[in-house]
């Protein structure tokens, strides 16, 4: 969706075809969006890309190395108030979930390939996914099937690990993949290993809480007319964007009771895109993957 994005983002300068002053590239992964918001940065404009897979970082720097424009930092969005002052940056990208290059890699993202079961973003981080299979309870596992992978039958494939665990670890994908495999019906096979693996992913990385924290983090540091865009492919992070978004429009969070207003909050977000965006049928074509992405975007507005 990086023509979308492009578009949105320059209504920051809404005189000139042309990015300019500080960009944000928040999940930087392959380097895509960065590339193509360098082609409309002025010289003097800057881009910081951050992501949580040293690996991610890697392959950017290596794609856009030349470019003293960016810059690369290996950590989370939710951390951009440590690197950018606040009302500093005219736009911020955040394009969340996975890579290709990690899916293709051997860190248990894919079902399809067999490998370890890891499928951390930052090989740093405390618990793998080794971890959540082998350690968590049984009704743990269960409310992140439901919560994260929104699978119906998630009690069933809770037990089914534990029981399969008592046996011996669950030590790869293929093992995992099985294990889901035998208890379902055939026919929701691929559809239930694709649910729960991608639970395991939002849990091992704590998905949902960063992005709760880095919408927040990201809005802080976007100048008035800044533009933030949010492409996500779970309903969750679609409805945080969503209510973040409202939230913002409306400004006042008191409680409709109170008659008057106490919090002294004022709307501070115009909304971009009034329902969200998708991809059009030729990227969903290109990109099978992106079927499931939405694509949301609000301005800063100075609040009076
Ligand atoms: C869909 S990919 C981004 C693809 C990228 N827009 C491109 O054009 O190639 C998502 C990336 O976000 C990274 N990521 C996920 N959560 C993150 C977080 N909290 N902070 C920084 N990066 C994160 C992942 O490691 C992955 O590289």
Redesign the pocket.
């Known amino acids: 969706m990086?023509d979308s994005v492009m578009k949105l983002l320059l209504t920051s300068n809404p005189d000139d075809d042309i990015l300019t002053g500080t960009m944000v590239?928040?999940?930087?992964?392959?380097?895509?969006?960065?590339?193509a918001i360098l082609e409309k940065l002025s010289p003097a404009g800057r881009i910081f890309c951050?992501?949580?897979?040293p690996a991610?970082i890697s392959i950017t720097r290596q794609r856009l190395k030349s470019d003293p424009r960016i810059q690369l930092v290996h950590?989370?969005?939710?951390e951009i108030g440590e690197y950018l002052d606040l009302g500093s940056a005219a736009g911020v990208?955040l394009?969340?979930?996975?890579?290709s290059?990690?899916l293709e890699a051997a860190r248990g993202f894919s079902h399809s390939q067999d490998s370890i079961l890891d499928m951390r973003?930052?090989p740093s981080a405390r618990i793998n996914a080794h971890d959540v299979i082998n350690s968590y309870s049984i009704e743990k596992l269960r409310n992140i099937f439901f919560r994260y992978g929104e699978e119906p039958l998630s009690p069933r494939i809770a037990r089914n690990i534990s029981n399969a665990r008592q046996k011996g670890a669950i030590r790869t994908s293929e093992q995992l993949a099985a294990v889901i495999k035998n208890s379902v019906p055939a026919r929701f096979e691929m559809k239930a290993v694709s649910r729960i693996f991608q639970a395991i992913r939002i849990e091992v990385?704590s998905?949902i809480e960063?992005?709760e924290a880095?919408l927040k983090a990201c809005w802080d540091i976007l100048k008035d007319g800044g533009v933030l865009c949010v492409?996500s492919?779970h309903s969750i992070e679609d409805r945080r964007m969503k209510r973040f978004i409202a939230e913002k429009v409306k400004g006042c969070v008191c409680p409709p009771k109170l008659p008057v207003c106490a919090c002294g909050q004022k709307p501070s977000a115009q909304v971009l895109t009034s329902s969200a965006l998708r991809p059009s049928p030729k990227e969903i074509r290109l990109n099978p993957r992106s079927r499931s992405a939405r694509l949301r975007a609000a301005r800063k507005i100075p609040s009076k």
């Open positions: 990086v590239d928040g999940t930087v992964g392959g380097g895509g969006h960065a590339e951050f992501d949580r897979d991610a950590d989370s969005y939710s990208i394009d969340l979930g996975l890579s290059d990690q973003f930052d990385n998905e960063l992005l880095g492409i492919y």
